[in-house]
């Protein structure tokens, strides 16, 4: 039975879910879709935002992601079309113009357009292209990329459902994404309350995932230390199934005309 006016993943009835209850930033679960926008845009525009990548290096995520796709864990090296979306001030971008061939078209796409400018500044590189817009409504044609990563911006939706769509639109059948997520631990609901924005629970995201015909492949894990101590948040490689149908491929010119029509910033 659900209590009305708890969402129904803190309906767990245990001290997790009562602590996550009380203490996690609830604002971003019942903004509008325009609330919710302009909610991201001015955190990430102004210091918040600037703080970022600093923060990222101090809670060692950027260098974590970096190992994690060094180490082959996510192998990015055979992709030639990525999208990293959510790229704030290029954390796994930066990573992605070191792991991936040097003719691998990388994107990068935000909703903040201050943050795409504090990338492209801090990455000092022309391969990415840069893109604003809102992950719910990508401006790129159906199976345009292999691989889509999607760092710590899930848990910013109001529902995470529209947004996985939309990665698992633009992504090729049998094409992956990485998915890096807050999880409703203890430091992940401090951190939502930092962040101002929501947690996850594994199962939560699993099930929005698969409504999203995203079916999880592999969970993944920073370190052994992370996964003794469950430690580092939801991270996990999700797949979009090869479809049996006879649906067509995009060809890199295609997707190109895409990005090119769109517009980059
Ligand atoms: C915590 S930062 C993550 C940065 C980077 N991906 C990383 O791994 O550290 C979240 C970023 O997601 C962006 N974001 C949030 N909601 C978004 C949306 N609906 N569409 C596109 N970007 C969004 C924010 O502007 C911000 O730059």
Partial sequence: MTTPGIPEDHQQGNSRSTFRRIVEFQGVRNLSLKQYRSHVQSLYD??????????????????????????????????????????????????????????????????????????????????????????????FAD??????????????????VPGLQEIGRVLRPGGRALILATEDTFSGVLCSRTWKCRTYNRTELENACARAGLPWKEQLWFTRVHKFFRLGGILVEARKPVSTGAEPEATPDSAGDKLAAAGSR
């Fill in 46 to 139: 102004g210091p918040a935002g600037a703080m970022l990548s600093f923060c990222s290096f101090l809670s060692l995520h950027e260098p974590l992601v970096g190992h994690l796709l060094k180490s082959g864990r996510f192998d990015v090296s055979q992709h030639r079309r990525i999208l990293d979306v959510g790229s704030g001030a290029g954390q796994i971008l930066g990573h992605l113009l070191q792991t991936t061939h040097p003719d691998t078209q990388l994107v990068a796409f935000d909703l903040s357009h201050q943050m795409l400018r504090r990338a492209r500044t801090r990455l000092n590189s022309k391969r990415p292209r840069f893109f604003a817009g809102d992950l719910m409504h990508l401006p």
């Fill in 143 to 160: 199976n345009s990329f292999d691989c889509v990563t999607c760092g710590w911006v899930l848990e910013h939706l109001p529902d995470p």
